[in-house]
């Protein structure tokens, strides 16, 4: 079992910045990737970065290229999302998601934390 919560979401002004948390809890261990989505209202949720355990790999969504930053500590069970000039069209529920190490699907996810960005 693994949980997952994400917290660090609120309200931002248009081009500003935000920093997301999710703390891993349970059988941690056999975590491989974890990763962020996000959905917003009538859209299906999206992929936006994802990085490996290891920190050997990462990878994220063209749209947020060269504006958010994802990152981990392994000692505290935590990953992050660094959020650059947010626009308002990236108003979303944003979910913290975690792989196995022998799975091809996402096996965890947390509730979500809403991010709103206002113009």
Request: with cysteine.
């Amino acid at each position: 079992q693994v949980q997952l919560v994400e917290s660090g979401g609120g309200l931002v002004q248009a081009g500003g910045s935000l920093s997301l948390s999710c703390a891993a809890s349970g059988r941690t261990f056999n975590i491989y990737i974890m990763g962020w989505f996000r959905q917003s209202p009538g859209k299906e949720r999206e992929f936006v970065a994802a990085l490996s355990r290891s920190g050997d790999w990462k990878s994220y969504a063209d749209s947020v290229k060269g504006r958010f930053t994802i990152s981990g500590d392994n000692a505290k069970n935590t990953l992050y999302l660094h959020m650059d000039k947010l626009n308002p069209e990236e108003t979303a529920v944003y979910y913290c998601a975690a792989k196995a190490g022998s799975s091809v699907k996402w096996d965890y996810w947390g509730q979500g934390t809403q991010v709103t960005i206002s113009s």
